[in-house]
């Protein structure tokens, strides 16, 4: 911990990172298994909860809106040493999140028969999908409000509880998961309702243990009937913060869907490829947006504190850590690519695929080891539209229309896709870096 001006306390780098980077490595581990789990059930159930994942994401984006804001004003009220301010903030959060959560759960629920209606699917899959989505989205306020307290609970330095609460929600997920599949503990095959029911029960338990967390911490409790009452100034606040980054996140998720697009026309072999790729790399950037994550918190206390050069100079000794660390693992992939990657596929076509990229993935990833640490850093010190901006023009002018140039044009097919990733990736962490080193972002002001 370290204190500010002898009045705020904030906590170290590590004591945020390191539980954030065993909660996302966690998540993405869980995502495989219930994969591996559903594949000897119905290869169908396969099918239909890869095709949902893609709504479950959205709806967390629409939720991440409110989560986002709170998080970083929190940790400005803090730095500033105003923490019945950063209460309200929470009270505000709280209210948000009610009157949102339910109307998104209302109305994704009564959307769901007519989204799905817009694709092609099998029987067996539209019927998994359909149960589990009306399952998951008509209880989805418990995933807007996980949300929620867990940014909370992380912006006060508490991020070690919220690493408590999804280990036991996510072996709760899995023991769920296995009883409704494979019928254990006497309890009946329910197949893909019984996942989207445990899914949602998870939830609810690590609601459950995150809002006992916040109750028993004098500093983050906050009174519930004034959420009803605080002034409507922070929930403009939360907005202002949490719309632009989530519209950011939309669209690149949107830029990503094209992509996956212009790659299935190249064949199979390159599509499977691509998701190898995908999986393997995210293991390598999982643990760097962990740091991210930590470093805005971190930036926003000395922000709202007032120590802004010592923000700056901080930034710096955090990237190269950042960088450090997904240079260690990528370069560990390459060098170690004929052991590991065989260890998802043995057909000689993909794995040869997969060895003719995997340096321009090395090149990638030095970029994107850039903007997952300046990119947060700059919107915890209050810089918000600056990064949004840069970040919708890069994605779609670069790597989705540079990306079809070259796959499509010039032939260059998944190699020309993933250069171009690479170029986005570096053209957006050079852009930060020089938005930093510019110190503009010091003329902004949250609180």
């Known amino acids: 911990m370290k204190v500010i001006n002898n009045k705020s306390v904030i906590p170290s780098l590590s004591s945020l990172a390191f539980p954030l980077i065993i909660e996302n490595l966690l998540r993405v581990a869980l995502s495989s298994t219930d994969v591996l789990m559903l594949g000897g059930y119905s290869q169908s159930a396969v099918a239909a909860i890869g095709f949902v994942s893609q709504f479950v994401f959205f709806l967390t984006l629409l939720h991440n809106v409110i989560g986002i804001g709170v998080s970083i004003l929190i940790a400005q009220y803090i730095g500033a040493n105003r923490t019945e301010d950063a209460k309200k903030v929470s009270q505000a959060g709280t209210f948000m999140t009610l009157i949102l959560g339910s109307v998104l759960a209302i109305l994704f629920t009564a959307l769901t028969f007519?989204?799905?209606?817009?694709?092609?699917?099998?029987?067996?899959?539209?019927?998994?999908?359909?149960?589990?989505?009306?399952?998951?989205?008509?209880?989805?306020?418990?995933?807007?409000?996980?949300?929620?307290?867990?940014?909370?609970?992380?912006?006060?330095?508490?991020?070690?509880?919220?690493?408590?609460?999804?280990?036991?929600?996510?072996?709760?997920?899995?023991?769920?998961?296995?009883?409704?599949?494979?019928?254990?503990?006497?309890?009946?095959?329910?197949?893909?309702?019984?996942?989207?029911?445990?899914?949602?029960?998870?939830?609810?338990?690590?609601?459950?243990?995150?809002?006992?967390?916040?109750?028993?911490?004098?500093n983050v409790r906050y009174s519930i009937p004034e959420c009803f009452r605080v002034s409507s100034n922070f929930q403009r606040k939360i907005l202002s913060i949490g719309i632009p980054t989530v519209g950011e996140s939309i669209l690149w998720s949107a830029s990503q869907i094209v992509i996956i697009s212009i790659i299935t026309t190249f064949g199979t072999q390159s599509m499977s490829a691509f998701?190898?790729?995908?999986?393997?790399?995210?293991?390598?950037?999982?643990?760097?947006?962990?740091?991210?994550?930590?470093?805005?918190?971190?930036?926003?206390?000395?922000?709202?504190?007032?120590?802004?050069?010592?923000?700056?100079?901080?930034?710096?000794?955090?990237?190269?850590?950042?960088?450090?660390?997904?240079?260690?693992?990528?370069?560990?992939?390459?060098?170690?690519?004929?052991?590991?990657?065989?260890?998802?596929?043995?057909?000689?076509?993909?794995?040869?695929?997969?060895?003719?990229?995997?340096?321009?993935?090395?090149?990638?990833?030095?970029?994107?080891?850039?903007?997952?640490?300046?990119?947060?850093?700059?919107?915890?010190?209050?810089?918000?539209?600056?990064p949004v901006i840069i970040g919708i023009i890069s994605m779609w002018l670069i790597s989705v229309g540079g990306g079809a140039l070259l796959s499509i044009v010039f032939g260059m097919k998944l190699f020309g896709i993933l250069c171009m990733t690479a170029a986005d990736e570096c053209v957006r962490g050079l852009l930060s870096l020089a938005r930093w080193k510019s110190k503009r972002w010091q003329m902004k002001q949250l609180i």
């Open 275 to 386: 998701t190898y790729l995908n999986t393997l790399l995210r293991f390598v950037f999982t643990i760097s947006s962990a740091l991210g994550s930590a470093v805005q918190i971190k930036i926003g206390m000395f922000c709202g504190a007032g120590q802004k050069d010592t923000a700056y100079s901080k930034l710096f000794q955090y990237q190269a850590i950042g960088t450090c660390i997904s240079m260690g693992l990528v370069l560990f992939l390459y060098f170690g690519k004929t052991f590991l990657i065989p260890l998802f596929t043995k057909e000689t076509a993909i794995l040869s695929l997969i060895y003719s990229v995997l340096p321009v993935c090395i090149l990638q990833e030095l970029g994107r080891s850039v903007n997952i640490v300046a990119i947060p850093a700059l919107k915890g010190a209050g810089d918000i539209k600056f």
């Open 114 to 218: 007519p989204l799905l209606s817009f694709y092609e699917l099998e029987a067996d899959v539209r019927r998994y999908a359909m149960q589990y989505l009306l399952i998951f989205n008509s209880l989805s306020i418990f995933s807007a409000f996980s949300v929620l307290f867990g940014a909370i609970l992380r912006s006060y330095g508490y991020a070690r509880i919220v690493m408590v609460a999804s280990v036991f929600s996510s072996i709760f997920n899995v023991l769920g998961n296995a009883a409704s599949i494979y019928g254990l503990f006497g309890c009946p095959v329910l197949g893909v309702p019984g996942v989207a029911f445990s899914t949602v029960i998870s939830q609810i338990l690590g609601c459950i243990i995150l809002w006992i967390a916040i109750r028993r911490h004098r």
